[in-house]
């Protein structure tokens, strides 16, 4: 009830699909026009990860997705997955994948060995993907390219249910 800069979630409450950042993207909150560190006040807009991330969700034929943030201002918790109940949930990063399992009583060992495995948990199937802006480093060292990996994301979101 207190904060006052939180930066809201975006897209479809219906969607399948709910893609969980780690937090909003950096900026300063006592700047008079910021709005979530990009100005939008809204997850996943920013240039440089929110495009990231959306091309690769289009491109795995997972749109239309809802976006979040596990942290939605410094701090908050993620009480979105009630509302939306979405059939998939696509944690982008160590630190979201952690926020989703914590949020769902799971434990999590070994973030790496678990990118693109899927998950059930009590608010749907978790599937950890690599955050936007480390995949240049994370894509060659889990040996795969970005078509390998996103082949396999399509993959795993089909198995989940969501592909056509």
């Known amino acids: 009830d207190s904060r006052e800069r939180i930066v809201w979630g975006v897209g479809t409450t219906d969607a399948e699909v709910v893609v969980v950042g780690e937090a909003p993207a950096a900026g300063d909150p006592e700047a008079a026009r ?4 990009n100005l939008t006040g809204k997850a996943y807009t920013s ?3 929110g495009r990231a991330v959306r091309a690769l969700i289009a491109d795995a034929g997972a749109d239309p997705a809802y976006y979040t943030n596990a942290v939605k201002c410094h701090p908050e918790g993620n009480r979105e997955l009630r509302s939306v109940d979405p059939d998939v ?4 990063g160590k630190h979201a994948t952690l926020s989703v399992f914590a949020l769902a009583d799971e434990s999590l060992d070994g973030f ?29 060292r889990l040996d795969h390219t970005r078509e ?6 399509r993959a795993v979101l089909e198995t989940a249910g969501t592909g056509d």
């Open 34 to 37: 910021w709005q979530g560190g």
């Open 47 to 49: 240039r440089a990860s």
């Open 89 to 92: 949930i696509l944690p982008t």
């Open 112 to 140: 790496l060995d678990s990118v693109l495995e899927p998950r059930e948990t009590a608010y749907g199937t978790v599937i950890p993907l690599l955050h936007p802006s480390y995949q240049a480093v994370w894509l060659a």
């Open 148 to 153: 390998s990996y996103l082949a396999e994301l």
